[in-house]
């Protein structure tokens, strides 16, 4: 997280899943800050995960601060949300500038024409 408090891309930090009712935070990588409408406000993130499904990214060496050792981290880069600053629970780490513009790369593939 920068001084700003503001996150950047490849900031990683807990929030709530829009997607599951009632349920605990998760965390979420920024993929993308500066560049939104809101700058500050909000942040388009991709679900990070322990759940080793067959389409996830390992994050592994990627990391750059915020690891948990004793767990294994993926990227989902089809389950892409926009959270809100007001809505980050706590900043959990940072990955690097490549792997999160691999899962960018990734993300535009299920945008693309079928």
């Given at each position: 997280?920068?001084?700003t408090?503001?996150?950047?891309?490849?900031?990683?930090?807990w929030a709530?899943?829009?997607?599951?009712?009632g349920?605990?935070?998760?965390?979420w990588v920024?993929?993308?800050?500066?560049s939104?409408?809101y700058?500050g406000?909000?942040?388009?993130c991709?679900a990070?995960?322990?759940?080793?499904l067959?389409?996830n990214f390992?994050?592994g060496?990627?990391?750059?601060?915020?690891?948990?050792?004793?767990k294994?981290s993926y990227?989902?880069p089809?389950?892409?949300?926009?959270?809100k600053?007001?809505?980050?629970?706590n900043?959990?780490?940072?990955?690097?500038e490549?792997?999160?513009d691999?899962?960018?790369?990734?993300c535009?593939?299920?945008?693309?024409?079928?």
């Amino acid at each position: 997280m920068t001084d700003t408090n503001r996150f950047q891309k490849g900031d990683v930090f807990w929030a709530p899943d829009p997607f599951r009712r009632g349920s605990n935070p998760r965390l979420w990588v920024v993929l993308a800050a500066d560049s939104l409408p809101y700058p500050g406000e909000e942040y388009l993130c991709a679900a990070l995960t322990t759940s080793n499904l067959p389409r996830n990214f390992v994050v592994g060496d990627d990391w750059v601060s915020g690891k948990d050792p004793t767990k294994t981290s993926y990227c989902s880069p089809w389950v892409v949300t926009t959270i809100k600053h007001d809505a980050v629970v706590n900043p959990q780490g940072q990955v690097t500038e490549s792997f999160v513009d691999e899962m960018i790369a990734e993300c535009k593939q299920y945008l693309g024409p079928q």
